[in-house]
């Protein structure tokens, strides 16, 4: 009879276990990104010059949820999914170096941010941009602006 009991105990965490419903409860966001001396062109592609720096000035949330506010607390950079550092102070900005070595051509920068919105579900958003390393200023594209803000839209996923 005591084995019953125990396995009677046994099932009853199970019972108590439960799922997200993780269409409903996720951010409504978009990203306002700013950067400095890069160039981008009408696609949103980022252009450096290789073996100088560039800095992205500030990550911005905005809540697409008229009259409810969002916010993140941090943002952890990658380039080439190789983690860089995480700014933990608003704007949330980094500067990030490339080397005579960076090789030329496309890049992949991302940016992870724990997004809190308003009566949501605490949830992370990576905000992905393409940088194009190029050998000098003469390889920059003709209708790249110099420095300029970047807007996109961001479905976060839910931490579990």
């Not at 125990?6 to 269409?23: N, V």
């Not at 890069?38 to 697409?64: H, L, M, P, T």
């Not at 724990?114 to 003469?138: G, I, Q, R």
Request: include cysteine; charged fraction near 20%.
């Amino acid at each position: 009879m005591k084995k019953y009991l125990y396995l009677l105990l046994l099932l009853i965490p199970l019972g108590l276990t439960s799922c997200h419903d993780d269409d409903n409860d996720l951010p409504d966001v978009d990203f306002d990104v700013t950067f400095n001396n890069a160039a981008i062109d009408e696609n949103g592609v980022v252009y450096v010059v290789q073996g100088e720096s560039f800095e992205v000035e500030s990550v911005k949330v905005i809540n697409r949820e008229a009259g409810k506010s969002a916010i993140i607390t941090s943002a952890t950079y990658f380039w080439d999914a190789f983690p860089l550092g995480t700014s933990v102070v608003e704007p949330f900005g980094f500067e990030i170096e490339t080397s005579t070595t960076t090789p030329l051509g496309n890049h992949s920068l991302q940016i992870s941010c724990p997004v809190y919105a308003v009566d949501k579900e605490m949830a992370t958003a990576l905000v992905s941009f393409t940088v194009c390393v190029v050998a000098d200023e003469a390889d920059l594209p003709d209708s790249a602006s110099d420095s300029a803000r970047l807007h996109r839209v961001v479905t976060p996923s839910i931490n579990d």
